[in-house]
């Protein structure tokens, strides 16, 4: 029992320093700055209590280049060079603190470092906890000189096992393990407060700020999960959910309820929105995200550079891999497992029907869930979740929704009352998600419906791109109730979803026209309303759906003609977006290289050769800014688009509420 | 109901000293013209509503030019023969008078009357060489724009017979008689080709009006009652929205127009046309000026109604003989000359209260879509072009 | 002549089956019929060049009817009539100044002929002729005799058949007149061959090093303008919108790859997507109206919007044959085409709904298929001609050069 522990517990603390030594290959530039700084402070606490850990950290973090002015042992560990992409960079801003013998070189890190720490953080935090452990294991595994680590890392077998073998990490990460490593053993709150205290000093307002924030939310957490999980929160709880609470509560006293509530929100807001998607031109990471990868993808020997950032994978062979493997991975739950195939595949489209379909599978996998001995539910379920989620990414990068579903779900586990019994909780969160699904989608879908229908009059031309289920919804029902109206489809390569609706439309007898984007110019001057789905709402009013309705829109604004979104509130999200390039996914291009057309495919052995220069590319979505949006349709009513912040403010308040 | 509003021309001509006094103290830039003209011309203009304006209502049949006639007569502070206090009423003959001949014809532009006027000048005049004729002409000219400054096609006519008078002076003309009378025949001709440009005006727009379409339309103007007319005869299916046209409700004369012509009209108000905008398919409106940058300078409305078409993304045609293009270059809307008139409010306005009586606004260029020119269908940069080749 | 006759209607068959794409080749297969047309045709001696003109006219207005939205048809149509009453005019002045000069005699054919001098009257008509010649301006308006101005062609054309008919050596006149035009027609197509080269050469002057440029649909003009660009040891990126359903965009890419440009296809949705990343759109016109406007591959005005949102220049390539000196009304419509819904949608798939005119009682179903896209002038920052660059709002300048006034309807 007690090397159990000990097994899982290194793998919390190896996380944790995992994380802060791997932060310096991410590159600086992550989209969401501000939130940064609470989360890292956070999730950084353990290492940063140590001051040797702290040094190794220190060339992107804040604390520990505060940890290095004090601490002269810093000096040594702090040069030691990070290579990955971005190493060189750092090198010289070591090099520079190095002859400044001051933390300044860190402050001027300030601005690119926590970032990448929290992309870092969050990215891992989402997906792949399952296999961070063993990541972590595997590096410490593989450093010669790291005898602690390498005891641990045999003492966590199962996941590491695997991973020994793979060639090491850069040697700064080594070393940062071993240091981390060693760290352990040092209480954690006592430096962890000094640590926080001097940085209050030293850093910016907002910085201060936001650690206070931190600190106050883990406050509330620790508050908010009871005292069961006092005991095990210290050293066995893996996620990073878990984690924070372990940290306050022993520290800070309990403060008032609304202040507990705000905390919570706050909490809320910082721990689980950053999840972006993980930047894949930073090579470290993509080795190891391949490296834990359940689904084997092969890099797309052609990748456009502008979007280097975004997996590109090749497609085909994963497929099969996957559908072999499916006996022989047991870490994934077989309803998961299915999903993803299916989201692979392609064979479920559309955000609500993969978010359903991914939620009944957790539900499903909920179901089957035993709590191992010795293991809290709630750790371990979130872990295994994340190790879920990690796969379905793999499978296919998740939608904004889906990220949002999944943040629901932890929220509830971690919300669980400590006094229930296993079948309770499950029994709680199953009903938790089947509400979820009922109230955010299904009936949200209803709601929506309704409003929407009030704004088609008879004689209209209702346009709409490829194919939302919500529109759909909306034509079907509007018909039903015997308003006269003509449709028109438009539609696009490669994935002509529009066919798909003009098929059901058709069937039911609506008036019909299709076209595809192209002709949207010459279509657009009959249409006297737009009506668009959406994959995503972000706090500034951006858009984000499928590839092309950034044009409709615009085309559609050009002609005045008026542009409703239908989108339910839970696929709202708080981050902005301003362009198409940063956050997206790719799909196959080889949907794009293949045409039905007899013309090409005789020149196509003789572009073989070339095909160095020649790229293609799939974007699956694209970004509409907020000024074509005429009205968005949602659960909570018709509001405009500079009304999306007060309705996720809302929406995160009830949620919390539940 | 039309002549019974009329009235106010005269009632506001009592009225109009001390509104156009509180004018000048308020905006001393843009006085009335009858304080200005007073002030600076040697033959001022008595009469405190611009002359453009009163063509305008008497072509727009508002007031007949009978009863204008009596109006004038029985506004008219001097006799008839004051207005020959011009350099040239040496003779009995004025410029001026000729041209009121001319203008109070109906279906005559303003522009052919004044050549008209001028042709005049040159008949009654006694210059034995070309140069004298020039020189003569110049002064008529100068009379007839100073006269009314706010008119631009009358200036235009004025600059564009001026013109062509000096080129065929310098051209090949040697012979002063036959100079002369090669002058005189064109400005005869001048007439025709006013009426035949509304004709070709209409004929190059039929291409643009389609089955189906819906076009607003502002004021009065009678190119576009050409086009229009011209439309419904071709059998064009079309439906017409028309502008009230406050406050000389020449909006409600071509609405009624069109009606005996069977062709579907809607009245609105004027400030109706933002929204009414998104039925409509294009604008049509006339001009009684093309400005240098291409711009035009017509009724008041016009610029707001371009503004809501071009916000709208609908094309906003201009009708307009080539002859109005002047050479003007507004940059704002207080650019150019106010041209005044009155306006009847139905509630009494108290003298206190300033009114905002300018008749017409400048309609930048960018706005507009295309011209309708019996030059031919023109983008407004082409304006610029024409008026550099004609004056170069 | 039969031949002639069998050529046009071949040459109509196959623009009525839309057999030839690309406006270019259109352009030289019809200036080379016009050639045989003025080759072929016996003219007779008075009044040879108006019987030169009626002759191009009848088949212009066959091959015009033939497709009315090649537009390149009309264009070169109306350029080779400009060129016959060019040519026609230099003739005639030629003619007045040598009989003014040299020959007596014939001075007094005209003299006897004409009432008044003729000294007078020949600059008159060369200035009325002229006049045809341009669009009519407000100089004309007063200017020139006053039948020109009423009656702007019969007036030269009829004092130029005169002098002509009058002439002694008719038959050297006729011969030279004829021979003078088919050079011009010549000229004209040497100009339609070559203006890709004239285009691709000012492309030096616009792509800069590592460049992002869009292009849609597949243009000759814009191959070579990128390739020309290739060549100056410029590197840059070129995307390419596929412009479903025609995939035209994949055999651009593939050209272009071949020529060793670094390319990229993306779908046609993801247009306003990349527009940000994009440095310059440049695309080849259809045909250019005289107003700015840009008639271009179905899908351009949308990459125009968009360009126009993110301050993108939009470059229009247009060589001199795809000027049309037509103002636009209601182009998308009326200057477009429907294609097959066969393009879009599988036969059979949706066969049971779509409408055949049986008025079967099923719902109907339309596709719309479009292959035009009309982008308006103020959406378009730059015309790269074979004469230069050029404003939008300088394109009737450029038409007014090309074409007669008197050609514009046909």
Same mark, same amino acid.
């Given at each position: 029992?007690?090397?159990?522990?000990?097994?899982?517990?290194?793998?919390?603390?190896?996380?944790?320093?995992?994380? &802060?030594? *791997?932060?310096?290959?991410?590159?600086?530039?992550?989209?969401?700055?501000?939130?940064?700084?609470?989360?890292?402070?956070?999730?950084?606490?353990?290492?940063?209590?140590?001051?040797?850990?702290?040094?190794?950290?220190?060339?992107?973090?804040?604390?520990?280049?505060?940890?290095?002015?004090?601490?002269?042992?810093?000096?040594?560990?702090?040069?030691?060079?990070?290579?990955?992409?971005?190493?060189?960079?750092?090198?010289?801003?070591?090099?520079?603190?190095?002859?400044?013998?001051?933390?300044?070189?860190?402050?001027?890190?300030?601005?690119?470092?926590?970032?990448?720490?929290?992309?870092?953080?969050?990215?891992?935090?989402?997906?792949?906890?399952?296999?961070?452990?063993?990541?972590?294991?595997?590096?410490?595994?593989?450093?010669?000189?790291?005898?602690?680590?390498?005891?641990?890392?045999?003492?966590?077998?199962?996941?590491?096992?695997?991973?020994?073998?793979?060639?090491?990490?850069?040697?700064?990460?080594?070393?940062?393990?071993?240091?981390?490593?060693?760290?352990?053993?040092?209480?954690?709150?006592?430096?962890?407060?000094?640590?926080?205290?001097?940085?209050?000093?030293?850093?910016?307002?907002?910085?201060?700020?936001?650690?206070?924030?931190?600190?106050?939310?883990?406050?509330?957490?620790?508050?908010?999960?009871?005292?069961?999980?006092?005991?095990?929160?210290?050293?066995?709880?893996?996620?990073?959910?878990?984690?924070?609470?372990?940290?306050?509560?022993?520290?800070?006293?309990?403060?008032?309820?609304?202040?507990?509530?705000?905390?919570?929100?706050?909490?809320?807001?910082?721990?689980?929105?950053?999840?972006?998607?993980?930047?894949?031109?930073?090579?470290?990471?993509?080795?190891?995200?391949?490296?834990?990868?359940?689904?084997?993808?092969?890099?797309?020997?052609?990748?456009?550079?502008?979007?280097?950032?975004?997996?590109?994978?090749?497609?085909?062979?994963?497929?099969?891999?996957?559908?072999?493997?499916?006996?022989?991975?047991?870490? *994934?739950?077989?309803?998961?497992?299915?999903?993803?195939?299916?989201?692979?595949?392609?064979?479920?489209?559309?955000?609500?029907?993969?978010?359903?379909?991914?939620?009944?599978?957790?539900?499903?996998?909920?179901?089957?869930?035993?709590?191992?001995?010795?293991?809290?539910?709630?750790?371990?379920?979130?872990?295994? *979740?994340?190790?879920?989620?990690?796969?379905?990414?793999?499978?296919?990068?998740?939608?904004?929704?889906?990220?949002?579903?999944?943040?629901?779900?932890?929220?509830?586990?971690?919300?669980?009352?400590?006094?229930?019994?296993?079948?309770?909780?499950?029994?709680?969160?199953?009903?938790?998600?089947?509400?979820?699904?009922?109230?955010?989608?299904?009936?949200?879908?209803?709601?929506?419906?309704?409003?929407?229908?009030?704004?088609?009059?008879?004689?209209?031309?209702?346009? &709409?791109?490829?194919?939302?289920?919500?529109?759909?919804?909306?034509?079907?029902?509007?018909?039903?109730?015997?308003?006269?109206?003509?449709?028109?489809?438009?539609?696009?390569?490669?994935?002509?979803?529009?066919?798909?609706?003009?098929?059901?439309?058709?069937?039911?007898?609506?008036?019909?026209?299709?076209?595809? *984007?192209?002709?949207?110019?010459?279509?657009?001057?009959?249409?006297?309303?737009?009506?668009?789905?959406?994959?995503?709402?972000?706090?500034?009013?951006?858009?984000?759906?499928?590839?092309?309705?950034?044009?409709?829109?615009?085309?559609?604004?050009?002609?005045?003609?008026?542009?409703?979104?239908?989108?339910?509130?839970?696929?709202?999200?708080?981050?902005?977006?301003?362009?198409?390039?940063?956050?997206?996914?790719?799909?196959?291009?080889?949907?794009?290289?293949?045409?039905?057309?007899?013309?090409?495919?005789?020149?196509?052995?003789?572009?073989?050769?070339?095909?160095?220069?020649?790229?293609?590319?799939?974007?699956?979505?694209?970004? &509409?800014?907020?000024?074509?949006?005429?009205?968005?349709?949602?659960?909570?009513?018709?509001?405009?688009? &500079?009304?999306?912040?007060?309705?996720?403010?809302?929406?995160?308040?009830?949620?919390?509420?539940? | 109901?039309?002549?019974?509003?009329?009235?106010?021309?005269?009632?506001?001509?009592?009225?109009?000293?001390?509104?156009?006094?509180?004018?000048?103290?308020?905006?001393?830039?843009?006085? $009335?013209?009858?304080?200005?003209?007073?002030?600076?011309?040697?033959?001022?203009?008595?009469?405190?509503? $611009?002359?453009?304006?009163?063509?305008?209502?008497?072509?727009?049949?508002?007031?007949?030019?009978?009863?204008?006639?009596?109006?004038?007569?029985?506004?008219?502070?001097?006799?008839?023969?004051?207005?020959? $206090?011009?350099?040239?009423?040496?003779?009995?003959?004025?410029?001026?008078?000729?041209?009121?001949?001319?203008?109070?014809?109906?279906?005559?532009?303003?522009?052919?009357?004044?050549?008209?006027?001028?042709?005049?000048?040159?008949?009654?005049?006694?210059?034995?060489?070309?140069?004298?004729?020039?020189?003569?002409?110049?002064?008529?000219?100068?009379?007839?724009?100073?006269?009314?400054?706010?008119?631009?096609?009358?200036?235009?006519?004025?600059?564009?017979?001026?013109?062509?008078?000096?080129?065929?002076?310098?051209?090949?003309?040697?012979?002063?008689?036959?100079?002369?009378?090669?002058?005189?025949?064109?400005?005869?001709?001048?007439?025709?080709?006013?009426?035949?440009?509304?004709?070709?005006?209409?004929?190059?727009?039929?291409?643009?009006?389609?089955?189906?379409?819906?076009?607003?339309?502002?004021?009065?103007?009678?190119?576009?009652?050409?086009?229009?007319?011209?439309?419904?005869?071709?059998?064009?299916?079309?439906?017409?929205?028309?502008?009230?046209?406050?406050?000389?409700?020449?909006?409600?004369?071509?609405?009624?127009?069109?009606?005996?012509?069977?062709?579907?009209?809607?009245?609105?108000?004027?400030?109706?046309?933002?929204?009414?905008?998104?039925?409509?398919?294009?604008?049509?409106?006339?001009?009684?000026?093309?400005?240098?940058?291409?711009?035009?300078?017509?009724?008041?409305?016009?610029?707001?109604?371009?503004?809501?078409?071009?916000?709208?993304?609908?094309?906003?045609?201009?009708?307009?003989?080539?002859?109005?293009?002047?050479?003007?270059?507004?940059?704002?809307?207080?650019?150019?000359?106010?041209?005044?008139?009155?306006?009847?409010?139905?509630?009494?306005?108290?003298?206190?209260?300033?009114?905002?009586?300018?008749?017409?606004?400048?309609?930048?260029?960018?706005?507009?879509?295309?011209?309708?020119?019996?030059?031919?269908?023109?983008?407004?940069?082409?304006?610029?072009?024409?008026?550099?080749?004609?004056?170069? | 002549?039969?031949?002639?006759?069998?050529?046009?209607?071949?040459?109509?068959?196959?623009?009525?089956?839309?057999?030839?794409?690309?406006?270019?080749?259109?352009?030289?297969?019809?200036?080379?019929?016009?050639?045989?047309?003025?080759?072929?045709?016996?003219?007779?001696?008075?009044?040879?060049?108006?019987?030169?003109?009626?002759?191009?006219?009848?088949?212009?207005?066959?091959?015009?009817?033939?497709?009315?939205?090649?537009?390149?048809?009309?264009?070169?149509?109306?350029?080779?009539?400009?060129?016959?009453?060019?040519?026609?005019?230099?003739?005639?002045?030629?003619?007045?100044?040598?009989?003014?000069?040299?020959?007596?005699?014939?001075?007094?054919?005209?003299?006897?002929?004409?009432?008044?001098?003729?000294?007078?009257?020949?600059?008159?008509? %060369?200035?009325?002729?002229?006049?045809?010649?341009?669009?009519?301006?407000?100089?004309?308006?007063?200017?020139?005799?006053?039948?020109?101005?009423?009656?702007?062609?019969?007036?030269?054309?009829?004092?130029?058949?005169?002098?002509?008919?009058?002439?002694?050596?008719?038959?050297?006149?006729?011969?030279?007149?004829?021979?003078?035009?088919?050079?011009?027609?010549?000229?004209?197509?040497?100009?339609?061959?070559?203006?890709?080269?004239?285009?691709?050469?000012?492309?030096?002057?616009?792509?800069?090093?590592?460049?992002?440029?869009?292009?849609?649909?597949?243009?000759?003009?814009?191959?070579?303008?990128?390739?020309?660009?290739?060549?100056?040891?410029?590197?840059?990126?070129?995307?390419?919108?596929?412009?479903?359903?025609?995939?035209?965009?994949?055999?651009?890419?593939?050209?272009?790859?071949?020529?060793?440009?670094?390319?990229?296809?993306?779908?046609?949705?993801?247009?306003?997507?990349?527009?940000?990343?994009?440095?310059?759109?440049?695309?080849?016109?259809?045909? %250019?109206?005289?107003?700015?406007?840009?008639?271009?591959?179905?899908?351009?005005?949308?990459?125009?919007?968009?360009?126009?949102?993110?301050?993108?220049?939009?470059?229009?390539?247009?060589?001199?044959?795809?000027?049309?000196?037509?103002?636009?009304?209601?182009?998308?419509?009326?200057?477009?085409?429907?294609?097959?819904?066969?393009?879009?949608?599988?036969?059979?798939?949706?066969?049971?709904?779509?409408?055949?005119?049986?008025?079967?009682?099923?719902?109907?179903?339309?596709?719309?298929?479009?292959?035009?896209?009309? %982008?308006?002038?103020?959406?378009?920052?730059?015309?790269?001609?074979?004469?230069?660059?050029?404003?939008?709002?300088?394109?009737?300048?450029?038409?007014?050069?090309?074409?007669?006034?008197?050609?514009?309807?046909?």
């Amino acid at each position: 029992m007690d090397t159990r522990r000990g097994a899982l517990a290194v793998p919390k603390v190896r996380r944790v320093g995992f994380f &802060t030594s *791997i932060e310096p290959p991410p590159d600086s530039q992550r989209p969401n700055r501000s939130q940064s700084g609470p989360v890292e402070a956070t999730t950084s606490s353990s290492p940063l209590s140590n001051s040797p850990s702290g040094n190794l950290i220190s060339p992107v973090l804040i604390p520990p280049s505060r940890h290095r002015s004090d601490n002269l042992t810093s000096r040594a560990a702090a040069p030691v060079p990070v290579p990955g992409p971005s190493a060189f960079r750092r090198h010289l801003a070591h090099d520079r603190s190095l002859h400044v013998g001051s933390y300044n070189p860190a402050d001027s890190l300030l601005g690119t470092s926590p970032p990448s720490s929290i992309g870092e953080f969050s990215e891992d935090s989402v997906s792949l906890f399952g296999f961070q452990r063993s990541d972590s294991a595997k590096l410490s595994s593989s450093f010669p000189n790291g005898g602690f680590d390498l005891t641990l890392a045999v003492r966590a077998p199962q996941e590491s096992e695997s991973r020994i073998a793979n060639s090491s990490a850069s040697q700064g990460i080594k070393k940062n393990v071993e240091v981390s490593g060693k760290s352990e053993t040092v209480t954690t709150q006592s430096k962890k407060e000094k640590e926080s205290k001097s940085l209050k000093e030293k850093t910016s307002k907002a910085e201060r700020r936001a650690i206070q924030e931190a600190q106050r939310a883990a406050k509330a957490a620790a508050k908010g999960e009871g005292s069961r999980r006092a005991e095990d929160s210290g050293r066995a709880n893996p996620g990073k959910a878990a984690k924070q609470p372990q940290l306050k509560k022993e520290k800070l006293p309990v403060t008032s309820s609304v202040s507990e509530k705000k905390a919570a929100v706050e909490k809320e807001r910082k721990m689980d929105v950053p999840q972006t998607q993980m930047q894949y031109d930073d090579k470290n990471r993509v080795e190891k995200a391949k490296k834990r990868a359940v689904v084997e993808q092969t890099e797309s020997k052609n990748k456009v550079e502008l979007f280097l950032h975004l997996p590109q994978y090749e497609r085909g062979n994963q497929l099969l891999n996957l559908s072999s493997n499916i006996f022989t991975l047991d870490t *994934i739950h077989h309803a998961v497992y299915k999903v993803g195939l299916l989201h692979l595949a392609g064979d479920i489209s559309g955000d609500n029907a993969r978010c359903i379909a991914m939620l009944q599978a957790f539900q499903e996998a909920i179901q089957d869930y035993t709590t191992p001995p010795k293991k809290d539910l709630t750790m371990d379920l979130t872990a295994k *979740i994340n190790g879920y989620v990690s796969f379905l990414i793999e499978c296919r990068p998740l939608s904004m929704s889906m990220g949002n579903a999944i943040r629901f779900l932890k929220n509830q586990i971690r919300k669980l009352p400590g006094n229930l019994s296993e079948s309770e909780a499950k029994a709680s969160l199953c009903s938790e998600i089947g509400r979820f699904i009922g109230e955010k989608i299904v009936l949200a879908d209803k709601v929506i419906v309704q409003h929407a229908v009030t704004k088609i009059r008879d004689g209209e031309v209702l346009l &709409t791109y490829g194919y939302s289920c919500v529109v759909e919804m909306i034509l079907l029902y509007a018909h039903e109730i015997g308003k006269k109206f003509r449709v028109v489809i438009v539609d696009s390569r490669p994935n002509l979803e529009g066919q798909k609706l003009l098929r059901r439309l058709v069937t039911r007898g609506l008036d019909c026209t299709y076209t595809h *984007i192209n002709g949207i110019s010459y279509i657009m001057r009959e249409a006297t309303r737009v009506f668009l789905g959406a994959s995503s709402i972000f706090s500034n009013g951006t858009l984000y759906s499928r590839v092309g309705t950034a044009c409709v829109a615009m085309v559609a604004n050009a002609f005045s003609v008026p542009v409703i979104v239908c989108c339910e509130a839970y696929k709202f999200h708080e981050r902005v977006l301003l362009d198409s390039i940063c956050s997206n996914e790719l799909g196959d291009p080889d949907a794009i290289a293949n045409i039905p057309s007899f013309r090409t495919n005789a020149k196509h052995s003789k572009t073989m050769e070339n095909k160095k220069n020649l790229q293609y590319l799939n974007l699956m979505y694209d970004s &509409t800014p907020s000024e074509y949006i005429s009205m968005i349709v949602t659960d909570y009513g018709m509001i405009p688009p &500079t009304s999306i912040p007060v309705i996720v403010r809302e929406y995160r308040r009830e949620h919390l509420l539940l | 109901m039309l002549r019974s509003s009329a009235s106010f021309i005269l009632d506001k001509h009592l009225n109009n000293k001390p509104i156009s006094i509180t004018h000048s103290i308020d905006s001393p830039p843009p006085p $009335s013209t009858s304080m200005a003209d007073e002030n600076s011309n040697p033959n001022p203009n008595p009469n405190p509503i $611009s002359a453009y304006y009163q063509t305008r209502a008497a072509h727009h049949g508002i007031v007949t030019s009978g009863w204008l006639e009596q109006a004038q007569a029985a506004v008219r502070r001097y006799p008839d023969h004051d207005y020959s $206090s011009s350099p040239d009423s040496r003779r009995p003959f004025s410029v001026i008078e000729e041209f009121n001949n001319w203008r109070q014809q109906p279906d005559l532009a303003e522009a052919v009357a004044a050549i008209r006027a001028l042709a005049a000048v040159i008949r009654a005049s006694e210059a034995t060489t070309m140069m004298e004729l020039e020189i003569e002409l110049k002064k008529a000219s100068d009379t007839l724009k100073a006269w009314d400054t706010t008119s631009i096609s009358l200036t235009a006519g004025c600059d564009l017979f001026m013109r062509y008078v000096t080129r065929t002076s310098a051209l090949e003309f040697e012979d002063f008689n036959s100079a002369k009378s090669r002058v005189l025949e064109r400005a005869e001709k001048f007439g025709e080709i006013s009426c035949k440009a509304r004709r070709m005006i209409a004929m190059l727009s039929q291409d643009f009006i389609f089955d189906g379409c819906t076009i607003l339309v502002h004021g009065f103007s009678r190119v576009v009652f050409e086009i229009l007319k011209t439309a419904a005869q071709n059998k064009k299916l079309f439906r017409v929205l028309c502008t009230e046209g406050r406050p000389d409700k020449t909006g409600v004369m071509l609405a009624n127009e069109l009606a005996k012509l069977d062709v579907p009209v809607k009245l609105l108000i004027d400030s109706a046309v933002a929204y009414s905008m998104d039925e409509v398919d294009m604008v049509f409106v006339g001009a009684d000026g093309v400005v240098e940058s291409g711009g035009i300078i017509n009724m008041m409305g016009t610029y707001q109604i371009a503004l809501v078409a071009h916000g709208m993304n609908k094309p906003v045609y201009v009708a307009a003989e080539s002859y109005k293009f002047a050479r003007l270059y507004p940059l704002d809307q207080k650019d150019l000359e106010p041209a005044l008139r009155p306006i009847d409010f139905d509630v009494p306005v108290l003298p206190k209260v300033d009114v905002e009586r300018s008749a017409r606004d400048y309609t930048p260029p960018q706005y507009l879509t295309l011209l309708f020119t019996d030059l031919g269908v023109l983008t407004p940069s082409v304006v610029s072009d024409e008026l550099i080749q004609l004056y170069l | 002549m039969p031949d002639v006759q069998s050529m046009v209607v071949e040459f109509v068959n196959k623009l009525r089956k839309r057999k030839i794409e690309g406006s270019q080749a259109t352009a030289k297969y019809t200036v080379e019929l016009l050639r045989s047309v003025i080759s072929q045709h016996r003219v007779p001696h008075a009044n040879q060049a108006a019987a030169l003109i009626d002759a191009v006219k009848a088949v212009g207005e066959q091959l015009v009817a033939a497709n009315p939205v090649e537009l390149a048809v009309g264009n070169v149509v109306r350029r080779v009539l400009h060129i016959i009453r060019e040519e026609d005019l230099s003739l005639t002045t030629a003619a007045m100044a040598g009989l003014d000069l040299l020959d007596a005699s014939d001075d007094d054919d005209e003299d006897n002929c004409k009432g008044i001098g003729y000294p007078a009257m020949s600059a008159a008509v %060369v200035a009325a002729a002229r006049s045809t010649l341009r669009p009519p301006s407000l100089q004309t308006l007063l200017e020139g005799t006053p039948e020109s101005a009423t009656v702007p062609y019969t007036s030269s054309s009829g004092a130029d058949s005169e002098s002509k008919s009058k002439s002694a050596d008719k038959s050297s006149i006729t011969r030279k007149l004829k021979h003078d035009v088919i050079e011009g027609v010549n000229q004209l197509i040497h100009e339609i061959a070559g203006c890709h080269e004239q285009i691709a050469e000012q492309a030096i002057e616009h792509i800069h090093q590592n460049e992002v440029i869009l292009t849609l649909g597949s243009s000759r003009t814009v191959l070579e303008f990128l390739c020309a660009a290739k060549e100056k040891k410029r590197s840059f990126r070129v995307f390419v919108a596929e412009g479903a359903p025609r995939y035209q965009g994949h055999l651009l890419a593939k050209e272009l790859v071949a020529r060793g440009l670094q390319t990229t296809v993306i779908t046609d949705s993801a247009v306003f997507a990349m527009i940000s990343r994009v440095n310059m759109v440049i695309i080849g016109a259809h045909a %250019v109206m005289a107003n700015g406007g840009v008639i271009g591959p179905v899908g351009v005005n949308m990459a125009a919007l968009a360009a126009q949102k993110h301050a993108v220049p939009f470059v229009v390539l247009a060589g001199s044959h795809k000027l049309c000196p037509l103002y636009p009304h209601n182009p998308e419509v009326l200057l477009n085409e429907l294609r097959s819904p066969s393009e879009l949608l599988d036969f059979g798939e949706f066969s049971d709904c779509l409408d055949f005119g049986a008025g079967s009682g099923s719902p109907l179903l339309q596709v719309v298929n479009p292959t035009f896209d009309y %982008v308006p002038p103020n959406l378009v920052s730059l015309f790269i001609t074979d004469t230069g660059g050029h404003n939008p709002s300088y394109m009737y300048r450029l038409i007014a050069d090309y074409y007669s006034a008197d050609d514009l309807v046909m």
